[in-house]
């Protein structure tokens, strides 16, 4: 059952770049297929989608945070990662990496749509001098 | 402002029948299928409702999803204490290209 887990700094000064690290486990990225997303929660706020990226390497991000955010895979490690440049206090939140699965569901399997089904519990990063 | 409005919270007593609403767009819910998840307090989200209306293994058939034109609905019926979480639509956005979530609705179990 593959597995991911956020890790980086849980404390960035204002205006340095925060840089999270989701490492795989029970699969090897150099064999598989599907897109980890990257998403944040601020405290008592509600989800915010930051982008994805394919193991091939191929990326979506949000429109209001793409001139900040780079995500990028390396299958060597088994890790993908995310930066964040320019960072302010807004920017405070939970971090989580989650694995968008292709579900097959349905009679002989025909039908299949995609949808978070693995979650990182969450790395805490505070923007604060 | 989120792109998928979701009333703040709701509220139901064991045994009830509640639902969620989620509004959105003829680029998100009106041409794509709708997810929820349910994030119990201090823990991650955990995917309840794929493909608007398909439940994974292990999700209680008291959970269902539905869709409307481009609004989408979770009903929870028999109620139970542990129901009590936040709880999350998402639809992919074909205009912005990237994923959309609600603004989350609070489920209080009186």
């Known amino acids: 059952q593959v597995q991911v887990q956020e890790s980086g700094p849980g404390l960035v000064k204002p205006a340095q770049t925060l840089s999270l690290t989701c490492t795989v486990s029970g699969g090897s990225l150099s064999s598989s297929n599907f897109y980890c997303n990257w998403i944040r929660q601020p405290a008592g706020k509600g989800l915010e989608w930051i982008g994805r990226?394919?193991?091939?390497?191929?990326?979506n991000y949000n429109p209001s945070l793409k001139s900040r955010v780079t995500i990028s895979v390396d299958t060597s490690k088994n890790q993908f990662s995310l930066k964040l440049s320019s960072v302010t206090a807004a920017d405070t939140a939970v971090y989580y990496c989650?694995?968008?699965?292709?579900?097959?569901?349905?009679?002989?399997?025909?039908?299949?749509?995609?949808?978070?089904?693995?979650w990182g519990q969450g790395t805490m990063v505070t923007v604060s001098s | 402002q989120s792109v998928l409005p979701q009333p703040p919270s709701a509220s139901g007593t064991p045994g009830q029948r509640v639902s969620i609403s989620c509004s959105g767009s003829s680029s998100n819910i009106g041409s794509n299928t709708v997810n929820w998840y349910q994030q119990l307090p201090g823990t991650a989200p955990k995917l309840l409702i794929f493909?608007?209306?398909q439940r994974p293994s292990g999700v209680p058939d008291r959970f269902s999803g539905s869709r409307s034109g481009t609004s989408a609905s979770l009903a929870i019926s028999g109620l139970q204490s542990e129901d009590e979480a936040d709880y999350y639509c998402a639809a992919w956005d074909d205009g912005l290209k990237g994923w959309v979530f609600g603004g989350g609705t609070k489920l209080t179990v009186l």
């Open positions: 989650a694995k968008e699965t292709t579900i097959y569901y349905g009679s002989g399997s025909y039908y299949n749509d995609d949808a978070f089904d693995i």
């Open positions: 493909s608007t209306n």
């Open positions: 990226i394919y193991t091939s390497g191929s990326t």
